[in-house]
């Protein structure tokens, strides 16, 4: 057994100054990742800072028809807002998708950002892992690696970046709000997550006490027409092999506009720059839609096991944007 001590802040300067001050110590939001790789030995904090009391919860409008979502808003509480339902479907849709009704109402955003990724061998403490043991290795270069990245990829891990709702919010220009030890910090979310390269450990640019305090959503008026679809091995209660985020801006049958970013095939949650550059200004036909998907999946590195995945994901593609301009699409 090892001992961990329990304390609860109910001020964000305190709770940051508690976990700052103490290397072996972690925040503790929903729990829902963070209780669970405890017990596997994955995380080994001594001392947990409960956060649920802070005023973090609300989900605000902005004058430029954006949100600001609280940290601590449950996932399921942003899922059903009015306003998310409404202004930014796909990240409602995302979050519906993500986990289990149960996990919805205790996962907080804050947390949904910090969670960490579902590779075996990461969540398996005597496996070899650069991210959890950096310079031990990676398990999963030669191992069970079907549901792991094919974009983003390093030699040093390959690990599949797990958010559903960070997918969205990356194709909406998301910014993450933090305090931290030395002060309040606003991050790009699409900087904010780390590709693995050589440092696999490093996921985030945050330091040891640095809060996330929430999310802004940018007002953005094509996001009313959005979608996220999610492909995964059962209907429910799953990860992505694959999901799409995207929004369009059509026009007589013309794309002026699109936003679009792919999940569960990369190792952080991936905007789709190249695709959007290519989608941009043409029609809204398959050819369109296809060449856009192979072109970012260009530089997909599969190995035997996750080839199917960039195929998956430019099918996903094509279906998700499809779907959204009513464009006729056989499979
Ligand atoms: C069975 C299962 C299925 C799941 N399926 C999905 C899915 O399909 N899609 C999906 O997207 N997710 C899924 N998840 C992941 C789930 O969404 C996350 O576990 C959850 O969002 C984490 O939020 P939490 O509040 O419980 O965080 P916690 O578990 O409390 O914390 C997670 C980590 O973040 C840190 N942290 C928490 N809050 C903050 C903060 N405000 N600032 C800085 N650090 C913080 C903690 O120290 C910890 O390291 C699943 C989880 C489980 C257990």
């Not at 979050?95 to 075996?120: F, T």
Request: proline share 6%.
């Amino acid at each position: 057994m090892r001992p961990i001590s329990y304390s609860r802040a109910t001020a964000v300067a305190d709770a940051v100054a508690a976990v700052a001050a103490d290397p072996t110590s972690d925040f503790l939001a929903g729990g829902t990742t963070e209780v669970d790789l405890l017990r596997q030995n994955v995380l080994l904090p001594r001392r947990l800072v409960d956060i649920n009391d802070l005023p973090l919860t609300g989900i605000e409008d902005r004058p430029d028809g954006g949100l600001y979502i609280g940290a601590l808003a449950r996932m399921s509480e942003v899922a059903e807002a009015p306003a998310v339902r409404e202004r930014f479907p796909m990240v409602a849709e995302a979050l519906v998708l993500g986990a289990s009704a149960q996990l919805r109402h205790m996962a907080s955003m804050g947390g949904n950002m910090m969670q960490r990724v579902r590779c075996g061998y990461f969540r398996d403490a005597s496996s070899p892992c650069n991210k959890r043991d950096p310079g031990s290795g990676c398990g999963a270069l030669d191992g069970f690696n079907r549901g792991h990245a094919v974009l983003g990829v390093s030699e040093h891990c390959i690990a599949t970046h797990p958010s559903d709702v960070a997918v969205p919010l990356v194709a909406l220009d998301a910014r993450i709000h933090t305090e931290g030890p030395h002060g309040r910090q606003v991050h790009a979310l699409d900087d904010f997550f780390l590709l693995p390269g050589a440092t696999p450990h490093l996921e985030h640019p945050l330091e040891h006490g640095e809060l996330v305090v929430g999310i802004e959503v940018p007002g953005l008026a094509m996001a009313r027409s959005s979608c996220y679809l999610k492909v995964r091995d059962r209907e429910s209660y799953e990860f992505a092999l694959t999901s799409v985020a995207a929004a369009v801006d059509l026009a007589d049958g013309v794309i002026r506009d699109v936003r679009l970013a792919l999940g569960g095939v990369a190792t952080k949650p991936w905007r789709a720059r190249r695709a959007e550059e290519l989608l941009r200004g043409a029609p809204a036909d398959i050819g369109a839609f296809r060449r856009a998907a192979r072109e970012e999946l260009a530089a997909a590195r599969t190995t035997p096991l996750n080839a199917f995945k960039a195929e998956l994901a430019r099918r996903t593609v094509v279906r998700a944007l499809a779907t959204l301009t009513g464009t006729e699409h056989a499979s």
